[in-house]
Structures are given as structure tokens and as C-alpha cells.
């Protein structure tokens, strides 16, 4: 049975209906916003008010930092638990269990866990208050209102998308090229740096640009655990639009981020591709 032509286009024509209509045409409103004065003019005014200006610099510098470190973090700690769920649980109902408790998370607001993150991270928090049952500290330490407060929000909120994606990927390895590997007399951790991760690498750059774009894009997270005392491009990008309506400048804001982050996501997936081959 074969498909016509004009079915094909009929299926393909409503998902670019789709893409357009809530993408491109959003997108190309904000572009055009950017570009123009109050007036109508075309200008590049908005993006030279960012570019020189040393306050726009150290914003972005703080938006990039947050994305990079939660970026790297959450590397550091999802390909453990990923490794953990897919080669050492064997007993399936409890891997179900921890996949389970690993997405459930997500189906919560970001809103109502930044607000219990606030109650933990507090000066009278659970956090603050065991350091100092347990003598580490003496007096409690700020963590609201700081990058570190944020970053441990990020971390907890975007973890689950590492942990998947590299789970994915280590439950695609072929086990028998590590049994080979280790039949030709090469030790377990050798097998895993020269067979087993390589071969997850698609995996951890999959989670990692999932994980970075959506830090260097978070608002209600650096917002709430800040205080107003952190601002990141896109607490900027909303202070334009909901409080100063301008939306000129709040478009360059969000073309600039937008630019920025394409820009550092080809690098690391030109840098991990290198890497790989």
C-alpha cells in the first residue's frame, strides 16, 4: 500500500503549521523587536547597550557560570546513578522503583520545589541546622541569596535529565565488546575509560546540552533562591517585559541568551565529537 503524495504533505504540513505558528513567528517578533527603536527605526542600539556595557558582561558571565558548574555537577553525579541503575541493580522492580522516584520530581512545579529548596537553604533550614548538630559549623551560613544557593536548586531540578540520557546510553553498549576487551587481558577500569565510556559519550553530551540550556534559560529557580541579590539574563529578559515594558531592549536580552547558548552548545558538540573520534 502505497502513500500519496498529497497525504505526506498533509502529515508533514500541520507539524510545520505548528512550528511555525508557536516558534518561528514568536521568534521572528522578538528578533524584530530587537533591531528596532521606539520610534519603528531599525537600530542595533538595543545590542550595543548589552556588548558595552561591563554590567551586561558580568550578568551573562553569572547566567554562564551557574549553566556550566550545574552542567558539570550534574555529570559528575548522574553517570554514577546511571551506571548504578543500569549495570548494578539486576532486580528489575526495584529499578523501576528508582526510575520512578528519579522523574517524579518532575512532575512538580519548579515554582513549589524552589519554595521547599528556600525552607532547606534558610538560616534556621534543615541544611543549616545539621551542619550545626554535627559541629561543622558554628553559626549558621547563607546560602540564600547566593550562586551557591541556585546552583544547588539547578542541580536538584535538572539532575534526572543526565541520569536518563547516559542510562540510555549504557544500556546500549555492547557487553560483549567489554567481555573482550577483558578477555585480551585489559583491567575493568580500562575497559570502562577505553570501551564502556566512549561508547557512552552521545549520551552524556545528549544530558549535558539538555542540562545547560535549560540552566542558562531558568527563571523561576535563580529568581526564588536569589533574593534579588543574583541576576541572571533571564531575570533581565523578564524585568523588560513584565516590569519596564520595553520591549525592545527585553528582545535583545533574549536574542542575545539565545545566541550565547546555541554558540556554547556547538562548541562542546564540536569538542566532544574530536573527543570521540
Given amino acids: 500500500m502505497t502513500v500519496s503524495r498529497t497525504a505526506l504533505l498533509g502529515l508533514i504540513a500541520l507539524p510545520l503549521a505548528f512550528f511555525s505558528a508557536f516558534f518561528l513567528v514568536p521568534l521572528a517578533t522578538v528578533f524584530a523587536a530587537s533591531v528596532t527603536s521606539a520610534d519603528g527605526g531599525v537600530t542595533l542600539a538595543n545590542y550595543a547597550r548589552i556588548l558595552f556595557d561591563e554590567y551586561h558582561w558580568s550578568v551573562i558571565g553569572v547566567t554562564f557560570r551557574l549553566g556550566i558548574l550545574t552542567t558539570l555537577i ?28 528519579l522523574i517524579l520530581p518532575l512532575f512538580t512545579s519548579n515554582i513549589v520545589r524552589s519554595f521547599g529548596w528556600m525552607v532547606l537553604l534558610g538560616r534556621n ?4 541546622e545539621t551542619l550545626i548538630g554535627a559541629g561543622l559549623i558554628e553559626r549558621p551560613i547563607r546560602l540564600l541569596g547566593t550562586e551557591a544557593g541556585i546552583l544547588i536548586g539547578l542541580v536538584y531540578i535538572l539532575l534526572p535529565f543526565v541520569v536518563l540520557t547516559v542510562g540510555n ?23 570502562f575509560w577505553h570501551v564502556t565510556f566512549p561508547l557512552s559519550i552521545p549520551g552524556v553530551v545528549s544530558g549535558a546540552i539538555i542540562v545547560f540550556a535549560l540552566a542558562v534559560s531558568a527563571y523561576v529557580t535563580p529568581a526564588l533562591l536569589s533574593g534579588g541579590r543574583v541576576t541572571v539574563l533571564a531575570i533581565l529578559v523578564f524585568q523588560q517585559y513584565s516590569s519596564v515594558f520595553d ?11 539565545l545566541v550565547f547558548t546555541l ?15
Fill in 125 to 128: 533550614g534543615l541544611i543549616n
Fill in 74 to 101: 550534574c555529570l559528575v553525579i548522574g553517570y554514577p546513578l546511571a551506571w548504578y541503575l543500569v549495570r548494578i541493580v539486576e532486580w528489575r522492580a526495584w529499578r523501576r522503583v528508582c526510575v520512578i522516584l
Fill in 169 to 191: 546510553a549504557l544500556a546500549k553498549v555492547d557487553r560483549s565488546l567489554e567481555q573482550a576487551s577483558a578477555d585480551l587481558g585489559a583491567s575493568p577500569a580500562s575497559t
Fill in 263 to 277: 554558540a556554547m552548545i556547538a562548541v562542546s558538540a564540536l569538542v566532544s565529537r574530536q573527543g570521540a573520534r
Fill in 247 to 257: 520591549f525592545h531592549y527585553g528582545g535583545a536580552l533574549a536574542i542575545t541568551l
